[in-house]
């Protein structure tokens, strides 16, 4: 191995340990509590180091989500594979849930914690996290052109989908379902599992969309 390549390997090294040393901080805490000093001290850097690789926080924040949507899109891509489209929908809404279930604190940072947007107003983007979507959209198109369901539309189908299994998560891993895990007598659904609950419901929702426009 070269110089060149090797310095370019230990960038990499400390660029994998600054977005972790970030990562763990920010699940720790809030946005605005967390700074780049904080982060430097637990990656064990100067913070002069860490502006060599991130002009302030929000772009480094931005990589932080960055990470975890590709590590959200490599589990949820591994779909079980099957021929059918509708089936294959109900699938990817599984496994989306069951990684928002399985990792609360890496989807508050996606998707809940409330920060500037400013690195990715210019340029920057959440690539896995659009590729995810355009699977999403594949899926339903797969689903129309089979004629299991109709929409003029897959696109504004596929984010009303996301939005739906988005809400269920969010309201799972805020503790807003926890009204089911009590013992209220006046409630149907109590004393029920609820991660099931969010896993029925996503079965549920598709059923419910291939009758109403199959």
Same mark, same amino acid.
């Given at each position: 191995?070269?110089?060149?390549?090797?310095?370019?390997?230990?960038?990499?090294?400390?660029?994998?340990?600054?977005?972790?040393?970030?990562?763990?901080?920010?699940?720790?805490?809030? !946005?605005? +509590?967390?700074?780049?000093?904080?982060?430097?001290?637990? &990656?064990?850097?100067? &913070?002069?180091?860490? !502006?060599? !690789?991130?002009?302030?926080?929000?772009?480094?924040?931005?990589?932080?989500?960055?990470? +975890?949507?590709?590590? +959200?899109?490599?589990?949820?891509?591994?779909?079980?594979? =099957?021929? @059918?489209? &509708?089936?294959?929908?109900?699938?990817? *809404?599984?496994?989306?849930?069951?990684?928002?279930? @399985?990792?609360? @604190?890496?989807?508050?940072?996606?998707?809940?914690?409330? %920060?500037?947007?400013?690195?990715?107003?210019? *340029?920057?983007?959440? %690539?896995? *996290?659009? +590729?995810?979507?355009?699977?999403?959209?594949?899926?339903?198109?797969?689903? &129309?052109?089979?004629?299991?369901?109709?929409?003029?539309?897959?696109?504004? #189908?596929?984010?009303?989908?996301?939005?739906?299994? %988005?809400?269920?998560?969010?309201? #799972?891993?805020?503790?807003?379902?926890?009204? !089911?895990?009590?013992? $209220?007598?006046?409630?149907?659904?109590?004393?029920? @599992? =609820?991660?099931?609950?969010?896993?029925?419901?996503?079965?549920?929702?598709?059923?419910?969309?291939?009758? $109403?426009?199959?």
């Amino acid at each position: 191995m070269g110089i060149q390549q090797r310095k370019e390997r230990e960038k990499e090294d400390l660029r994998r340990k600054i977005i972790l040393a970030a990562t763990e901080l920010f699940r720790e805490e809030t !946005y605005g +509590a967390v700074s780049m000093r904080k982060i430097a001290k637990r &990656v064990e850097y100067s &913070v002069g180091t860490l !502006y060599l !690789y991130y002009k302030d926080k929000d772009e480094l924040f931005l990589a932080v989500q960055s990470a +975890a949507f590709e590590r +959200a899109f490599s589990f949820i891509q591994e779909l079980p594979p =099957t021929k @059918d489209p &509708v089936d294959k929908l109900k699938k990817l *809404g599984e496994r989306y849930l069951r990684f928002g279930i @399985d990792n609360p @604190d890496l989807y508050r940072l996606m998707f809940m914690m409330e %920060h500037p947007m400013d690195a990715m107003a210019e *340029g920057d983007a959440w %690539h896995s *996290g659009i +590729a995810l979507h355009n699977l999403l959209t594949s899926i339903v198109k797969e689903c &129309v052109e089979a004629g299991r369901m109709t929409t003029e539309d897959p696109d504004r #189908l596929s984010f009303a989908l996301w939005s739906l299994v %988005h809400g269920m998560v969010s309201l #799972l891993i805020s503790q807003r379902l926890k009204i !089911y895990d009590g013992n $209220h007598l006046d409630c149907p659904l109590c004393n029920i @599992d =609820t991660d099931q609950l969010v896993l029925d419901t996503n079965e549920m929702m598709i059923k419910i969309l291939e009758r $109403h426009q199959g």
